[in-house]
């Protein structure tokens, strides 16, 4: 994978802060890859969104955790127990105001 720049994160950040479906949509295809088992692109979605919005720090406040745990549990190396992971984007989706919903589909 490849590291992306500052530019590129700012941009996100941006458009994150001005458009409410973009940051819903980016919240939701984090969620995606995640449930679809491609969990490395899943945090690395997640871990742009809270940038993006709340914040580390912010989210440090909410679960009593340090920020540097949640910033390398959402990391490339980082292996979030389920209970901390769905913790996390229960919360996300709360201060969105949206809920997620799985669906099943039949696959070819």
Known sequence: MMALTKDFKDTIQARAQRDPAFRKALLQ???EYLLSGDVDTGK???????????????????????????????????NPQASNLFAVIGYLQEQEGIHLEVKARKVA
Do not use: Q, W
Not at 48 to 53: E, F, G, H, W
Not at 64 to 75: A, E, I, P, T, V
């Open 44 to 78: 690395a979605v997640l871990r742009d969104y809270i940038n993006a919005t709340i914040g580390f720090e912010e989210l440090s406040r909410v679960f009593d955790k340090s920020s540097k745990s949640l910033m390398r549990m959402f990391g490339p190396k980082g």
């Open 29 to 31: 295809e984090g969620v």
